[in-house]
């Protein structure tokens, strides 16, 4: 997510580039999203859902565009530099050599669309991986680049929280429940609260802040170096996602079969909204990645319908998730965490499964939270770094990995509300990354464009929804969340 030009990677079939984006987009959200549909009601979270996907959907086109209106733009520089060196290998300023440079005097202040020959290839090709924030930096001035930054890093603070209190949660659930709390003699239905014993003298929260505790030694340092060659780890823990989805899609849908399905949500409950909101949002966010994604693919004829069947799949997935979930157990019984519902002996009589489902987000989320860390580091160094500096190395090595684990370690120490940190994060940071910078890039490339190339040129990447009334409607989409959120938030603070 730093602000370079990265290199393209091993290419790819547009086919592969939409298991990846679907791999992507489909993470620890999807795990929150259960509860937050129990407790905003059916009707309004299937409503609020699909507008929501389709509304990431047109952010996600936004992004494309500008990714080809970046690469048009490098392109033509490099054009640039190739004739001034040209010129510059000249020895002598013959009639000849005047009568070039005039020509290309005149050919410059043509729209650029004039001056391709025929034969070479579309200026909007995406072949350069130009990351976000380097397209920040050619498309934004320099307010709007430090708050790109801003936006990304806030983002990314709330992600490493919502890792680092989901981890050591779901082993005080599974341990303190193989302890003795959650046994199968025990009612489904009993509720713990953190002062709860869990081992002997140790209440669970003690647990909770004790594998918190070993989960920042053994993972923490992580940020201050490096992570690489991380893609066979990285198919590891795809492969174990889906194992886990499909598990628990499956025996809810034979509890449901059986007839033992408790759950009865209800057609909306509007003061579920807010959490549903921001969890909603956070489950689709990759406009931050789409870089990394997009370019690889070998073949980009029908990028926008291959992504618009993305996020059809996507919907369903989580609608089937999600309806499967709040039909089989009943709302007050849905955890923050959806795969701790199947840790009960009641709901799966197989220990391996148990355990399996239990701790299924320590192994995923564990793998993620060094990368996260890093990129999170990365970005901390780019936002302050200034042309021809470098750090110290106490700043390098020392400042800057601290400042990127503490924050995000101490949110977690004080609450390991997963529902309300996927919310918060989703519904701030989360409406920036994926309404607000979209919707600025888009519109200042195409500006860009335009005064560049000229107005007969026509980006091959553009987006279906081109014309500004679609800009106006994001950003005042994203305003309105964030207003409503913000009165929601106080609101709630003000009634307890």
């Known amino acids: 997510m730093a602000g370079e030009i990265t290199e393209t990677g091993e290419l790819y079939s547009s086919y592969v580039g939409l298991v990846y984006m679907f791999n992507l987009i489909v993470g620890t959200g999807a795990l929150t999203m259960p509860k937050a549909f129990a407790t905003a009601g059916w009707l309004v979270s299937l409503v609020l859902l699909v507008f929501l996907g389709f509304m990431s959907f047109v952010t996600t086109t936004f992004v494309i565009e500008a990714m080809a209106a970046a690469n048009a733009q490098l392109r033509w520089k490099r054009m640039e530099n190739l004739k001034e060196e040209e010129d510059d290998d000249s ?44 397209m920040a930096s050619m498309f934004f001035n320099k307010v709007g680049v430090n708050l790109f930054y801003f936006c990304i890093i806030v983002y990314l603070y709330g992600d490493l929280a919502i890792y680092a209190a989901a981890v ?36 669970r929260v003690d647990a ?11 993972l923490g340092p992580f940020t201050f170096f490096d992570v690489q060659k991380t893609k066979y780890l990285q198919i590891l823990t795809s492969l174990m996602r889906w194992i886990a989805f499909a598990v628990m899609i499956v025996l809810a849908l034979v509890r449901i079969g059986h007839g033992q399905g408790e759950g009865h949500p209800p057609l909306a409950d509007f003061s579920g909204v807010r959490n549903l ?30 992504v618009f069947l993305d996020y059809v799949l996507i919907l369903a997935f989580y609608g089937l998730l999600s ?7 009943r709302g007050d019984s849905l955890m923050d965490m ?12 197989l220990a391996a499964v148990r355990f399996f489902l239990g701790l299924f987000p320590v192994f995923t989320i564990s793998t993620n939270f060094p990368i996260i860390a890093v990129t999170l580091r990365n970005n901390w160094k780019t936002l302050f770094h200034r042309e021809g500096g470098t750090y110290p190395w106490v700043v390098d090595r020392v400042v800057f990995p601290t400042i990127t684990l503490v924050p995000p370690v101490l949110v977690a120490f ?28 888009v519109y200042h490339c195409r500006r860009d464009t335009q005064l560049a190339f000229g107005c007969g040129v026509s980006n091959k990447h553009r987006s279906p929804f081109r014309h500004t009334f679609w800009v106006g409607f994001v950003l005042l989409w994203a305003f309105s969340c964030f207003i409503f959120v913000t009165a929601n938030i106080v609101l709630s603070e003000t009634k307890l």
């Open 208 to 218: 909770y802040r004790i594998y918190l505790a070993i989960f920042t030694l053994l």
């Open 338 to 349: 959806y795969t701790l519902n199947f840790a009960r002996c009641d709901v799966v009589h």
């Open 168 to 203: 050591p949660f779901s082993l005080m659930q599974v341990t303190c429940s193989a302890a003795g709390n959650d046994s199968c003699g025990v009612e489904a239905d009993t509720k713990y609260n953190d002062t709860d014993r869990c081992w002997g003298p140790l209440r």
């Open 323 to 329: 309806f499967t979930a709040i039909f089989c157990f």
């Open 414 to 441: 004080c609450t390991h509300d997963l529902e309300s940190l996927v919310g918060i994060t989703g519904a701030y940071a989360g409406t920036g990354i994926q309404y607000v910078i979209p919707a600025f890039l």
């Open 91 to 134: 020895s002598t300023a013959s009639d000849s050599d005047v009568l070039i440079r005039d020509n290309y005097e005149r050919a410059e202040k043509r729209p650029i669309l004039s001056v391709q020959k025929r034969g070479s290839p579309n200026p909007f090709e995406i072949t350069d991986r130009v990351e976000m924030g380097q």
């Open 277 to 306: 909101f921001g969890v909603c949002v956070y489950s689709f966010m990759c406009q931050h990645s789409l870089p990394s994604l997009i370019t690889p693919v070998s073949s980009k004829r029908h990028l926008t319908r291959l």
